[in-house]
């Protein structure tokens, strides 16, 4: 039971003593590694140190080489600095030489402008004097012309008075010769009805009569003049009869002979049958004639009327009226008015239409569309440019950015007011620039008129001629003259007959050359330019001065017209 006990003692001793083994191994490897480790850390110092000293040389190395750079940036600091104020000095050596030039051309440019100020204050003062010169020489041909018109008075008044003398004595005269004249004329008269009345006396069968005397006394009277009577109606004071042809005239002048009144009723015979049926003819044909103008009249067409049109233009109805075959002067067979309805309402802007005919005009009522509200675009981010130039004098800002002042001179096409605002951040925002730019601006205008003009004067020489227009035919005759003036002169036909009459005058003329006397026409033609200058100034601009100029060249005279106003541009 005890060796069991003693191999157990045995075996734990020897694994102390294998795990002392193992420790003291274990120390001097630990030893071992603890030398070694300080070698090498020993070994690194070193070489840390000699690349401390290394890194210290190459540091004192780059020390001394910035130091060195840096003495030579030094350096060329101050040769930079040495050109920068060389060509400082240059610089303003210049900016100087540039401002005594600009100086100097603002002194030229101010002389020039003082000698243009002086020229044209002495071309107005030659002006003036010129214009009081014609004033004088105005009032001196008024002048004359009242000295001359007083004589020329006095010599009518003296003519007039024996214009009236003379006057007086032809109307005594004329009235002595138209008392001779009267008289002669009732002798022919007389002589006349004498033969009419034997004439138609002459033509009858027979002829009746209706006499106011007592019926005893007045056959009694014919009887004795042994007529032929026939159908006989007595009254109380009167009688009717009828006598044959042959003794009309006896029976009548035996009645003038014992002063019977008598009344011829009526005649009969061939030639009265004749003109009868003549006259019924003519009433006829009179008929007849009336109902072909009444037709005529009918389907005449010689006017067309437009009612109801403001804003659409005439001239666009008339066009597309004439292009459904409808024109004036002409007939209206075939029209289709409901067609000519359905073609009009095409055109843009006409609501309806209405279409009639009355008489020989054409009536049509247009009812207009109603027009659309304009609306502004106050978003979309426009400028306000400039349409003129001219120097600013007034700014009513709605929206944007005004980039100019009033006292500023602006050219067409300039920005007025940007299309952006600035807001509390500095931040600039889009916007459409809105808002109202006044500037003084000019207009002018400059007309050149020659000393010599070469113009067309009539001979004298004439021809008129007269050419008849029926419908749409226009025929214009031609004269025997190479150049010429023609004057026309228009004649309608009544409304149911669509015709006119129209009378060519033509006058010779001949080219001329005549002097042109600018300074005696100086004012009329300086109005005249005025007038025509005012044509091209909106009526909203407000009219500030007007001024001209007149300069004598060598074969002409120049009128120069000047017009300052203010307008919004």
Not at 184 to 206: L, T, V
Not at 250 to 273: F, M, Q, S
Not at 337 to 356: F, M, N, Q, T
Request: hydrophobic share 35%; charged share 40%; with cysteine.
């Amino acid at each position: 039971m005890q060796l069991p006990e003693n191999e157990g003692k045995l075996n734990r001793k020897q694994k102390e003593r294998k795990i002392a083994l193992k420790q003291s191994r274990a120390k001097a490897n630990r030893k071992k590694e603890k030398k070694e480790t300080a070698r090498k850390q020993k070994e690194k110092n070193t070489i840390r140190k000699k690349e401390e000293r290394k890194t210290a040389r190459k540091q004192k190395e780059k020390n001394t080489i910035r130091k060195k750079e840096e003495k030579e940036t030094a350096l060329k600091q101050k040769q930079i600095d040495a050109i920068r104020k060389q060509e400082e000095k240059e610089t303003a050596r210049k900016q100087k030489e540039i401002n005594a030039i600009r100086k100097q051309e603002e002194r030229e440019i101010a002389l020039k402008q003082k000698q243009i100020d002086a020229i044209r204050k002495q071309e107005e003062k030659e002006t003036d004097r010129k214009q009081k010169e014609r004033d004088a020489i105005r009032k001196k041909e008024e002048k004359e012309t009242a000295r001359k018109q007083k004589q020329i008075d006095a010599i009518r008044k003296q003519e007039e008075r024996e214009i009236a003398l003379k006057q007086k004595q032809i109307d005594a005269i004329r009235k002595q010769e138209e008392r001779e004249i009267a008289l002669k004329q009732k002798q022919i008269d007389a002589i006349r009805k004498q033969k009419e009345r034997y004439a138609i006396r002459g033509s009858a069968d027979f002829a009746r009569y209706l006499a106011d005397a007592p019926p005893a006394f007045l056959l009694n009277t014919l009887f004795s003049g042994k007529f032929k009577l026939k159908k006989i109606e007595r009254g109380k004071r009167s009688v009717a009869f009828t006598v044959y042809a042959a003794d009309c005239i006896a029976v009548e002048e035996l009645l003038d002979k014992r002063h019977i009144p008598y009344k011829l009723l009526y005649i009969k015979g061939a030639r009265t049958r004749a003109e009868s049926l003549t006259k019924r003819l003519g009433l006829i044909v009179g008929v007849l004639v009336g109902i072909i103008l009444l037709t005529t009249y009918y389907f005449s067409l010689t006017n067309i009327e437009l009612e109801g049109n403001s804003r659409i233009s005439s001239e666009i109805i008339y066009q597309a009226v004439e292009a459904q075959g409808i024109k004036t002067p002409s007939f209206s067979f075939g029209v289709d008015y409901k067609k000519l309805e359905s073609e009009l309402i095409k055109i843009d802007g006409i609501a309806s239409v209405s279409v009639r005919k009355e008489g020989t005009s054409l009536y049509i009522e247009i009812l207009e569309e109603l027009t659309q509200t304009d609306i502004t675009d106050t978003q979309t981010p426009i400028p306000l440019i400039a349409e003129d130039s001219g120097i600013v004098t007034r700014i009513v800002a709605l929206q944007g950015t005004v980039l100019v002042k009033a006292g500023d001179t602006v050219r067409k096409g300039d920005v007025l007011i940007a299309p952006y605002i600035t807001d509390a951040e500095g931040v600039e925002q889009p916007v459409r620039a809105m808002g109202k730019v006044y500037a003084k601006v000019w207009y002018e205008r400059h007309i050149l008129y020659p000393d010599k003009l070469i113009t067309a004067v009539r001979t004298g020489r004439s021809e008129t001629k007269t050419a008849m227009w029926v419908l749409d035919g226009k025929y214009i005759p031609t004269p025997s003259f190479k150049n010429y003036q023609i004057e026309t002169e228009e004649k309608h036909g009544a409304a149911i007959v669509p015709f006119t009459l129209v009378e060519f005058t033509f006058y010779e003329v001949e080219e001329r050359e005549i002097d042109f006397d600018f300074d005696k026409k100086a004012i009329e033609l300086i109005e005249k330019g005025y007038m025509e200058l005012e044509k091209n100034i909106p009526e909203s601009a407000k009219k500030l001065r007007k001024w001209y100029i007149i300069k004598k060249l060598d074969k002409s005279t120049q009128l120069s017209i000047y017009y300052e106003v203010e307008k919004r541009i």
